[in-house]
């Protein structure tokens, strides 16, 4: 344990000096697709599986320290999943079948190390917590939870406040993501 703190003390310190002139907020819209695969159980003897993927948007706001790290919070949002009733093993249920829409909801809080690939292109990571939600229909039923979200992402900086990327995370929740990213730095 004294080792891992004293290598995140030296990276931090490290990374102050490397970019301490970059620092301030920053403002993200993103755009892509989300994938979820889950199961949620209902007390009606059965479960709603869902495994579809979906448009989704995101807005974030962030703070950069310095060049090397920064942190985000971001609000997600993906609709119309494809969520279907699924009998639990060795269990009688009804022999029709249940397709509703699910929405999922993501709230989620990362540190975000980067590493500079030149003067205007940053390669980075994603690395905190999510809360996910999923409202399932009038039938079958939702499901939340927090998980442990990781990812990544490469951005172009088109002007000193304006920048492009792609970036993708996941999390245990079986949540895949892939989006197109605006940034703007202020």
């Not at 080792?3 to 003390?9: D, E, K, Q, T």
């Given at each position: 344990m004294k080792?891992?703190?004293?290598?995140?003390?030296?990276g931090?310190a490290?990374s102050g000096?490397?970019?301490?002139?970059e620092?301030?907020?920053?403002?993200?819209a993103?755009?892509g697709?989300?994938d979820?695969?889950?199961?949620?159980?209902?007390g009606?003897?059965f479960?709603g599986?869902?495994?579809d993927?979906?448009?989704a948007?995101?807005?974030?706001?962030?703070y950069?320290?310095n060049?090397?790290?920064?942190?985000r919070?971001?609000?997600?949002?993906?609709t119309?999943?494809a969520?279907?009733?699924?009998c639990p093993p060795?269990?009688?249920?009804?022999?029709?079948?249940?397709?509703e829409?699910?929405?999922?909801?993501?709230?989620s809080?990362?540190?975000?190390?980067?590493?500079?690939?030149?003067s205007?292109?940053?390669?980075?990571g994603?690395f905190?917590?999510?809360?996910?939600?999923?409202?399932?229909?009038?039938q079958?039923p939702?499901?939340?939870?927090?998980e442990?979200l990781?990812?990544?992402?490469?951005e172009?900086?088109?002007t000193?406040?304006?920048?492009?990327?792609g970036?993708?995370?996941?999390?245990?929740?079986?949540?895949?993501?892939g989006?197109?990213?605006?940034?703007?730095?202020?």
């Open positions: 080792r891992l703190a004293a290598v995140l003390a030296l931090l490290i000096t490397l970019g301490a002139q620092q301030g907020w920053f403002v993200t993103q755009a697709v989300a979820y695969e889950t199961t949620q159980k209902t009606r003897g479960f599986e869902t495994d993927d979906s448009f948007w995101a807005v974030g706001l962030g950069d320290f060049r090397n790290i920064g942190v919070g971001m609000f997600e949002r993906s119309d999943h969520t279907t009733n699924l060795n269990a009688v249920c009804p022999a029709i079948l249940i397709r829409d699910t929405d999922f909801t993501n709230w809080v990362v540190a975000m190390p980067r590493l500079p690939l030149g205007r292109t940053n390669l980075y994603t905190g917590l999510q809360y996910w939600d999923a409202d399932g229909g009038p079958l939702g499901d939340d939870d927090v442990f990781f990812g990544g992402g490469l172009f900086s088109l000193p406040h304006l920048a492009i990327g970036e993708a995370q996941a999390s245990a929740a079986d949540y895949l993501a989006r197109f990213v605006v940034r703007y730095s202020f």
